[in-house]
């Protein structure tokens, strides 16, 4: 079946730093791709989304890039701040309007971002 | 801005007691979820609520689990008789449109359950 696979964290960086965060996924056709991202204290909200090859979605100074050949879409932003201290989901759904319980979430990755 | 509210927060238990977890979903919204997620895995669905009853639900959730909409504001989980394997994070969202929910979805900041 689908699936997502996402970096393990913690990671840490420095503020100002350049960051990626891995995702990777397995799905049969075209499926939808989703960041999403939770502040401590708060839900999981959505981030960012591309619905097909070669979009890029974009937010916050965030982006991910939906890269068909290499089944990837890999968070990245250029210059990191402490406000963005989070656990970053990486998700899919096949197709875009699918219902709740065909989210395929990967497991979370843990970013924490240094003064 | 609106907000899914769970309470508690944390909530530690023994093995083989009932629990019951609280959510307040957003007051307009009609459709109704439970995920988890066990500590290091990915994020599950458990169930999906419409209309006072269940419309969805996955293979987690078995006859040890059961919802409610007892009121107008509040959506509960219950687990009837926890079991270790059952600790884990429970997230509640809540959405104005069963569609489309990867981008719909409002969740809540989870409530973490210890069962020891």
């Known amino acids: 079946g689908d699936s997502v696979t996402q970096m393990e964290g913690p990671v840490t960086l420095s503020e100002e730093a350049f960051l990626t965060i891995n995702c990777t996924y397995t799905?049969?056709?075209?499926?939808?791709l989703f960041w999403y991202v939770q502040y401590p204290g708060e839900g999981l909200q959505l981030l960012l989304k591309a619905t097909k090859a070669d979009d890029k979605g974009s937010n916050k100074g965030f982006e991910a890039t939906y890269r068909k050949e290499t089944t990837s879409f890999h968070l990245e932003k250029g210059s990191v701040q402490v406000s963005d201290s989070a656990v970053y989901f990486c998700?899919?759904?096949?197709?875009?309007?699918?219902?709740?319980?065909?989210?395929?979430f990967g497991s979370g990755t843990r970013l924490s971002i240094r003064p | 801005e609106p907000e899914v509210t769970q309470t508690p927060s944390h909530q530690v238990t023994q093995m083989g007691q009932e629990v019951i977890l609280r959510c307040v979903p957003i007051?307009?919204?009609?459709?109704f979820y439970w995920y988890r997620q066990i500590l290091g895995q990915k994020v599950e669905f458990l169930v999906s609520?419409?209309?006072?009853?269940?419309?969805?639900k996955s293979e987690i959730f078995d006859d040890q689990f059961s919802v409610e909409r007892p009121d107008g504001s509040n959506f509960t989980l219950k687990i009837r008789s926890t079991k270790l394997e059952d600790s884990a994070m429970y997230f509640c969202?809540?959405?104005?449109?069963?569609?489309?929910?990867?981008?719909?979805?409002?969740f809540g900041s989870g409530t973490q359950l210890s069962v020891l």
């Open positions: 998700a899919l759904t096949q197709p875009l309007y699918s219902s709740a319980s065909k989210i395929i």
């Open positions: 609520f419409y209309n006072n009853e269940i419309s969805e």
């Open positions: 799905a049969t056709g075209y499926p939808s």
């Open positions: 007051s307009n919204h009609l459709y």
């Open positions: 969202a809540s959405s104005d449109f069963s569609g489309q929910a990867a981008e719909k979805l409002f």
